[in-house]
């Protein structure tokens, strides 16, 4: 009989003692006694903070798939700005070429004809004004297009 008092006394203390935990005093990091070990078992509390933990783990890894995405996104946007750049400026540098020469080819046919000469010379330091700004690339493109007109016009007016 006084065995059966006292078990139903540990029993009885177990389940009060259970009901008093929480998940938060339930941390297995945390050094507590033995009596709090066996409470945070028979409550539920550990299996409730593994589930929440659980919860917090997958909340994470969907948001750095989420940032990944995003990272993805990013750097396929960088690489065709890069490679839009790079054609602008293979195009810049192909007109810039196509200008000089053909201000080459008009001072050989103008030679003797030093107004035809000293035109050709100013559009040359505009280009070369046009080339050393700061201007965006398709500013430099149009600038370099209207001096290749200038050139075709004075090839033009001059007869050559």
């Known amino acids: 009989m ?9 029993a009885s203390l177990t389940v009060l003692t259970a009901c008093s935990v929480t998940p938060e005093q339930c941390d297995p990091s945390v ?9 945070c078992t028979t409550s539920g509390s ?17 948001k750095q798939t989420a940032l990944n995405k995003t990272y993805a996104d990013t750097q396929k946007k960088a690489k065709a700005t890069e490679r839009a750049l790079a054609k602008k ?3 810049l540098a192909t007109l810039n070429k196509s200008v000089t020469d053909y201000a080459a080819q008009l001072k050989q046919k103008a030679k003797g004809k030093e107004d035809v000469l000293a ?17 965006s690339e398709e500013a430099k493109q149009a600038e370099i297009k209207a001096l290749n007109r200038k050139l075709e016009a004075l090839q033009a007016a001059s007869g050559i």
Not at 31 to 39: D, H
Not at 119 to 135: M, W
């Open 119 to 135: 035109e050709v010379r100013k559009v040359e330091q505009q280009l070369k004004q046009v080339n050393g700004s700061a201007a």
């Open 89 to 91: 400026k293979a195009e």
């Open 46 to 62: 550990y299996d409730h903070r593994v589930k929440e933990k659980e919860r917090t783990l997958q909340s994470e890894k969907d």
């Open 31 to 39: 050094e507590s006694s033995v009596w709090n070990k066996m409470a």
């Open 2 to 10: 006084k065995g059966l008092k006292l078990s139903l006394l540990v």
